[in-house]
């Protein structure tokens, strides 16, 4: 490896080496340094929105016949009156959004960062100086270190100087679930507020090609823990009673895990020589698909910034001020969108429920108040 770059970027991740790519494009030098030596095998479904796959497309990282579309959302409270349905022809977008498998994402997003993409790098230190910053590296070979004028770092563990993380564990743990049903409409995703926590169901494509999908429902830790070790008819019936009768029979549940959650955020997300980015700089709750596509943008904003410096200015601290104050009001939107609704979601009590469901009701009848539900949704549309 070298021992000097201009960029030197901490995560192999999506974000990490879709930052990679963005530079690359402007002429940018920089390496991204993976401390695993192989890819992940990750085979979670990541909903990815409009913006973010046009984003992709830019970078020749979006496969589109993998993706599987969203077209049409329906967002009801369990056991109340009132829905709505969000819809992409509506919009006047072919989808509202997608999901992809993780891994796949990941291995377009390395293809596209190509060389730039070092692995079995770990990055055991960082010490901002004046002119760089000296990073301490272990790999097969041995320790080492690099000089970077910037450290982006794209990876949400470890500890940053002059970089503070704050983690709120949330009470309730996210069931994930694979199912195939019998029958189930191309297109439609499906989001409910059911007594225990809010779920989503998202469509997938499936190894075979057929047509599966997601769940992730938040539920509190000890009920998540109960139904991840029932049999499958039995965990099947409890997930039929919470997504209700619009959807067809459940034909077989193929997996199903539980994750804990937190919600962590870096402040502040610049300091000498150094930005964070991604799940370094903010990791959501995955109920509302925001977190992918909030990194994606951080990298975006973060090229386009670096893009417009003088080589001699490239991780200044003025510049990286300019970047954090125009991901200001994004990030803060997607934080308090994503925190919010878990908050108002995990509100179980009667006459809160059936205050959602008029709302609900009142949202399928105000189109600018479903544009903007849509607006910050997952899709990631204007307001």
Request: glycine share 10%; charged share 20%; aromatic share 4%.
């Amino acid at each position: 490896m070298r021992d000097q770059v201009d960029i030197a970027i901490v995560g192999g991740g999506p974000v990490g080496c879709a930052c990679a790519a963005l530079l690359a494009r402007s002429g940018i030098d920089a390496l991204v340094l993976e401390a695993r030596s192989q890819p992940v095998s990750d085979p979670r479904a990541l909903a990815i929105a409009y913006s973010s796959a046009r984003a992709l497309a830019g970078l020749e990282a979006w496969d589109e016949p993998s993706a599987t579309p969203i077209e049409q959302v329906h967002v009801s409270e369990a056991g109340r009156f009132g829905s709505t349905t969000l819809d992409a022809a509506a919009a006047g977008l072919p989808a509202l959004g997608y999901t992809v498998r993780y891994a796949s994402l990941a291995r377009a997003l390395q293809d596209a960062a190509g060389t730039a993409l070092q692995r079995g790098v770990q990055v055991t230190g960082v010490e901002p100086g004046g002119a760089t910053a000296r990073l301490a590296l272990r790999t097969a070979s041995g320790d080492g270190t690099l000089q970077a004028r910037l450290v982006i770092v794209a990876d949400g563990n470890g500890h940053w100087p002059g970089i503070e993380r704050y983690v709120k564990p949330y009470a309730h743990a996210a069931l994930m679930v694979d199912i195939r049903f019998a029958g189930a409409a191309e297109g439609w995703a499906w989001e409910r507020f059911t007594a225990e926590g809010p779920l989503a169901l998202l469509p997938r494509r499936a190894d075979d090609g057929a047509l599966a999908h997601t769940l992730i429902w938040s539920i509190p830790r000890a009920l998540a823990e109960s139904l991840v070790t029932l049999d499958d008819a039995a965990l099947a019936g409890r997930v039929a009673d919470a997504l209700g009768s619009r959807l067809p029979r459940i034909q077989r549940i193929e997996s199903r895990a539980m994750r804990e959650l937190t919600l962590a955020v870096a402040h502040p997300r610049v300091a000498p020589r150094l930005a964070v980015i991604g799940n370094a700089a903010q990791t959501l709750h995955p109920i509302a698909g925001q977190g992918f596509n909030l990194g994606l943008r951080d990298a975006i904003e973060l090229a386009a910034v670096l893009a417009d410096a003088p080589r001699a200015a490239l991780g200044d601290i003025a510049m990286l001020q300019q970047f954090a104050l125009r991901r200001r009001s994004d990030r803060l939107g997607g934080l308090a969108y994503t925190d919010g609704l878990i908050r108002i979601a995990a509100l179980g009590a009667s006459p809160v429920r059936t205050l959602r469901g008029l709302g609900l009701a009142l949202l399928d009848i105000l189109p600018g108040a479903r544009r903007r539900l849509l607006a910050h949704s997952i899709f990631g549309l204007p307001a």
